[in-house]
């Protein structure tokens, strides 16, 4: 692997029969190689960053993002063409590639359809896609912890993306809850903004 980050920007998760996304470091460093210990019957994704978003660097509002829930790596945020907003496996397909346009401090997740995420401060707490404008479509980013970010909307900051019932199968409906409500690691309220390049293939994470 070329340019290897230093370890501290490097996470390493592993699923097995007995480990469910545990966080782990089962790699060592030898300059440009990463060396990595795979026990038998697991999968270890790893996640640095490669020419991407970065600790501390700016959002690129003329990029496209795959949006990646932490829980599962292999899904997406993706909006149907009906409006419904679930994380589905990742397709690249046009309802999972979101520009994030700037406004003020605040962000619109545009998807290649036109549709923009929009929370509705009334009724339901799932969020839905339109492609008509409406006051509920700001969103923070902050970053929580690298590379890992909370999307959370203009008027109710203290909330965040969510999935639901804190599922993390293709299907699962993308919510708004209280960032901090029922965990002190609310991970089911984190993601990822994965850069695509050109070529339409994610620049921020690897699986090995």
């Not at 470091?25 to 440009?32: D, E, F, H, I, R």
């Not at 995420?117 to 839905?128: A, D, E, H, I, Q």
């Not at 980013?141 to 293709?170: E, H, T």
Request: hydrophobic share 35%; proline share 5%.
């Amino acid at each position: 692997v070329k340019d290897i980050p230093t370890s501290s920007k490097i996470r390493a998760y592993r699923t097995s029969p007995s480990e469910d996304l545990k966080a782990v470091k089962p790699y060592t460093l030898n300059g440009s190689t990463m060396l990595i210990k795979l026990p038998a019957q697991s999968i270890t994704t790893i996640v640095m960053p490669v020419g991407g978003v970065s600790a501390g660097s700016q959002i690129v509002s003329d990029c496209e993002y795959v949006i990646v829930p932490r829980l599962n790596l292999s899904t997406a945020l993706t909006a149907a063409e009906d409006g419904r907003v679930t994380i589905e496996n990742v397709t690249n397909g046009d309802g999972q590639r979101w520009k994030l346009i700037a406004k003020d401090d605040t962000y619109y997740l545009e998807n290649a359809r036109g549709q923009r995420l929009t929370f509705r401060l009334s009724g339901s707490s799932n969020l839905v896609a339109q492609t008509t404008a409406s006051n509920e479509q700001q969103f923070y980013i902050d970053p929580i912890d690298f590379p890992y970010y909370k999307i959370s909307p203009l008027r109710k900051r203290s909330y965040a993306f969510d999935l639901s019932g804190a599922n993390s199968v293709a299907g699962t409906s993308v919510c708004i809850y209280q960032y901090t409500a029922d965990t002190d690691t609310p991970t089911h309220r984190q993601w990822m903004l994965c850069p695509l390049t050109s070529q339409g293939t994610e620049t921020g994470i690897e699986q090995i």
